[in-house]
């Protein structure tokens, strides 16, 4: 009966799936918005996001070394942390900066709660709470784009531009004063819909990242379900604000694009470590990511709330499961 039964903590993965495989299929569906990344944030992306990768994989090694555990760097994971990382930082981001973040999301955020499967919350997102609380303006100063970088002598020079999602809080904070900064993100959807926008590394194309998802949603690695809880939740309550005064509140698919808001459903609230088991479950969590977001976006002082959410939602995971309990086999439900 031992070679049978294998109790493990999570990611329970069907068997058509391994952990190596879930993860190379995110790290696959990740490459269109490293494309964009490169192409709109030139040398600097790629430097980012191999600084956050490097650092990752050396810093879950040293760890495994230090605990006299055996390797685990092939199941990939800190490869994905490092890239989501990168994807959540802003790109003009000191790469010194980049490696502390890096190693506090897997030394904390993993690999002291035992490693994969056994962290309670999201390691990227710990990692970039740890930055934002630290090292604030930088996480805040914003890389335009390179199709809005000044051409000086046939030379590019990079320069700062105010986000969508910064200019809406400026909105919101300015009430009746706000209209321009509204109708500016409203007009933007077609430049956050293709990347041309200032944002962090990898969040700024939609494109690229509704590329990767489908992927993901066709190989059956991710559920629907959080990814469709999170979007459904987030655009009612934009669309609440925007009702109310859409003179102020921008639009909800300026939230749905902007931001991290696309990032955050598909690649970061689906990790199958950090998210409830049951699809009931999966509902309640994507529907309280979403809705924390607009709350802190909205009402909040800070633009951005994904980050957030996604940890608050991380923390409630268990108590999901404990409210949403799977059906044993051969039990009956609720039991």
Known sequence: MQDVLKISPGPHISKHHSTRSVMADVIIAMIPAMIMAVVYFRMGALLLIGTCVITCVLSEWLCNVIRKKPNSLGDLSAVITGIILAFSVPAGLPLWAAVIGSAFAIIIGKMVFGGL???????????RCFLTLSFGLMMTTWTAPATAWPITDGLTQATTQATPLARSKEAIK???QGEKNADVVNKQLKQMFFGSTGGCLGETSAIALLIGAAYLLI????SWHIPAAVLVSAFICAQIGYLINPQVYISPLAHLLGGGMLLGAFFIATDPVTAPLTKR????????????????RIVGEYPEGMMFSILLMNALTPLIDRFCKLTPAGGKPNA
Do not use: C, E, Y
């Not at 499967?117 to 990692?127: C, D, E, L, Q, R």
């Not at 190989?219 to 991710?222: G, Q, V």
């Not at 509902?283 to 809705?291: D, E, K, L, R």
């Open 117 to 127: 499967g056994s962290n309670i919350f999201n390691p990227a997102m710990v990692g």
């Open 281 to 296: 479950g999966m509902w309640i969590f994507g529907a309280g990511v979403g809705a924390v977001t607009m709350l802190i």
């Open 174 to 176: 300015a009430g009746g």
């Open 219 to 222: 190989k059956r690695t991710i």
